[in-house]
């Protein structure tokens, strides 16, 4: 038994790793950790199909303290923030969440982020562990060149982000929870008390089902995490992470979408608010929409067995017409599901495809994302 | 632990001699482990033959994809549908109900020049 394709989140050797506030609670609990994006991470506890189950059927949390977190203050910081992501911000309540895509002036995907609004004049914005360095970089360059009266900070290296996802999961928080979270409705954040530790509650997620991400002091978080377990909450990592997240058909940064593809290109404009005005990347958006697009993001499933991985190629039957960005066994489903790109003309649900599983055809079809939706 | 009954090579497989002068094979306890939720298996089909680290199959997890070797040269006299239909079988029952392929064995003296268990077990240290 040779090991031939490692899946992509596997990325880098363990050099200079950082460590969240909850590893020596995944240790503890058993988790198998994997250096991911500069941080050591866990991959999996129990197993990545009976992770992505409990957050189907109960109730899982994740450590996701990886992903960036700077807050924006400041009487410029609306506006700041409207004209760098493609989310109309000025128009957004406090106590809103919205997600948009921070593009270059090519409207080529910087990352994909959640701007959280706080408060009037405060903003909390959450980047991919990968891009947080990028995006700081890049939200201080405007705030430089635009002469921006706001202030930046990073709270990453002193919270922990927590997602509590999967049908459960407010009543495994409410439980400890200062807030009404009936009151807190999808996309809205608050800030309140996790067991008298006062937080941000975010009603967000990244697995298609209701859920939680809060945010804690690093001192208090290893606690908490313990106490979301020992009352039911499977931990669960990286993996069924991964798994839950392709099956609610959500975008992974540095696979499925980067600063090469548009936000149209990955079939996303609806997060593109065009009457917003003026926003970086907007007028190549505008040109990308006129002139029309030549490829564009779409899901399959297998008909066959298999798995398909990033970077398999995508085959008609002639040939190759594109690639595999990310696919997975659907343990929901019981088949193999991905995205790719594919010229506009073989994007149509139900139009038959092709993979080249190394070397194998395995027959496919192209379907609507999600692959999942939860009932309601 | 690893059975004494059978021996074992370094791409992680086993082979067995069974009663009726055939040869079962399989993945070890380290190999299911170490891929994780085993979700599909590509085997050869019965009448196939097979030299001795040949490719035999694919073993895909959700992290990963990895090539089967056969530990021993032969023809395949039987395939396992159990694992076919249910891949997790090889994750829950690796040395029992999962097996992967029955072999019979046209080289038996192959089986003397794989690893006994013990000998297994000093290499998987050297592998940490």
Known sequence: MTQQ???????EESATLKQTALFQAHVSLGAQMVPFAGWEMPIQYEGILAEARAVRSAVGIFDVSHMGRVEITGSDAAQFIHRLVTADVLNMPFGRARYAFICNEAGGI??????????????????????ADEVLAWLNLWKDRWATQVELRVLTYETALIALQGPQAEEILQAVCSVDLSAVRPFRCVEGQISGIPGIICRTGYTGENGFEI?????????????????GATPCGLGARDVLRLEAGLLLHGSDIDSSVTPLEAGMERYVNWE????IGLSALQESKRTGLSRTLVGFRLLERGVPRH??????????????????????LDMGIGLGYVALEFSSPGTSIALDIRGRRVEAEVVTIPFYSRKR | MNPTDRKYSRDHEWAKDEDDDTILVGITDYAQEHLGDI????????????NQTEKLGEVESVKSVSDLFSPVSG??????????DSPEMVNEDPYEQGWLIRVKP???????????????????????
């Open chain 1, 5 to 11: 394709h490692e899946s992509s989140l596997i990325q």
């Open chain 1, 110 to 131: 910087i990352d994909d982020t959640i701007v959280y609004r706080l408060e009037q004049e405060r903003f909390l914005l959450v980047p991919n562990a990968a891009n």
């Open chain 1, 215 to 231: 945010i804690l002091p690093d001192e208090a978080a290893s606690s908490i995490w313990l106490d979301f377990n020992e009352r």
């Open chain 1, 276 to 279: 917003q005005g003026e926003f």
């Open chain 1, 311 to 332: 970077g398999y190629t995508i085959l008609n039957g002639q040939g190759p017409i594109g690639n595999v960005t990310s696919g997975t066994y659907s343990p929901t």
């Open chain 2, 39 to 50: 979700v599909f298996l590509e085997l050869p089909r019965v009448g196939a033959t097979l």
């Open chain 2, 75 to 84: 023809e395949i006299v039987a395939v396992n549908q159990v694992v076919v």
């Open chain 2, 106 to 128: 046209s080289q038996p003296a192959e089986m003397d020049g794989l690893m006994t268990a013990a000998d297994y077990e000093s290499f998987l240290e050297s592998l940490d």
